[in-house]
């Protein structure tokens, strides 16, 4: 059974400062996906990872995959309040049915 | 526009009641499912379907029940059955196959269900 892991669940940091949101999945997959969830909204496509070493970037985010490691980062560059919302990954299954973390709350502060 | 439509966007139900959330989309994706969040949670599987007239259980399948009688719709009844119906339900799809296929999935709005 896949599992995937996010950490931090809950990040607060500065606007302006630089962090990493970890996404750990338990068994092999060649994909990986990050979403972005606005309060009571639905879940933005913000990048689709489709091979090891895949790196990919929009904006202040960029996101890679391991797949030896099995871990994929998502890494923002210089925080903005605008980025302040949950991200989850997902991993895909032999079915390719997606199984996702529990999301990280990121808040940006001034 | 082509996308995924859910209606209603907020639905209040009485306790013993079965109430239908419908889910269609306009992007001939081969499959559809459903997946129920909680407040503080990720999102977990309740059915899916990857072609006409078949479907799959979730992981949390009980209490619900879906049909798939076109491709392009995929409704959810949450029965009396469901101990705790409050959630954001979030319909979704995307093509299967295909060698430049990404496997992503694509969201509806989602339905709020409140159980009084």
């Known amino acids: 059974e896949l599992k995937v892991e996010q950490n931090p669940l809950f990040l607060s940091m500065q606007e302006g400062k630089n962090y990493t949101i970890y996404c750990n999945y338990s068994?092999?997959?060649?994909?990986l996906y990050w979403y972005r969830q606005d309060p009571g909204k639905s879940l933005e496509s913000l990048f689709v990872?489709?091979?090891?070493?895949a790196v990919k970037q929009e904006g202040r985010l960029m996101a890679s995959l391991d797949t030896k490691a099995r871990l994929s980062t998502l890494h923002i560059t210089a925080a903005v309040h605008d980025l302040s919302a949950t991200y989850f990954c997902?991993?895909?299954?032999?079915?390719?049915?997606?199984?996702f973390g529990k999301g990280t709350k990121l808040s940006v502060i001034p | 526009d082509g996308g995924i439509t859910q209606s209603p966007k907020y639905l209040f139900r009485k306790e013993g009641q079965n109430v239908t959330l419908s889910c269609e989309q306009n992007?001939?994706?081969?499959?559809m499912y459903w997946y129920r969040q909680d407040p503080g949670q990720g999102l977990r599987l309740i059915y899916y379907?990857?072609?006409?007239?078949?479907?799959q259980k979730g992981d949390i399948a009980e209490g619900y029940s879906v049909s798939r009688e076109k491709k392009e719709s995929f409704p959810l009844t949450v029965t009396s059955a469901q101990k705790n119906p409050t959630a954001f339900y979030l319909c979704?799809?995307?093509?299967?196959?295909?060698?430049?296929?990404?496997?992503?999935?694509?969201f509806g709005e989602g339905s709020r269900l409140t159980v009084l």
């Open positions: 990872l489709l091979s090891n070493g």
């Open positions: 379907s990857q072609i006409v007239n078949d479907f």
């Open positions: 979704a799809s995307r093509i299967l196959g295909g060698a430049t296929n990404t496997g992503e999935l694509f």
């Open positions: 997902a991993a895909g299954g032999g079915s390719y049915q997606l199984t």
């Open positions: 992007l001939n994706h081969d499959a």
């Open positions: 068994t092999t997959s060649d994909r």
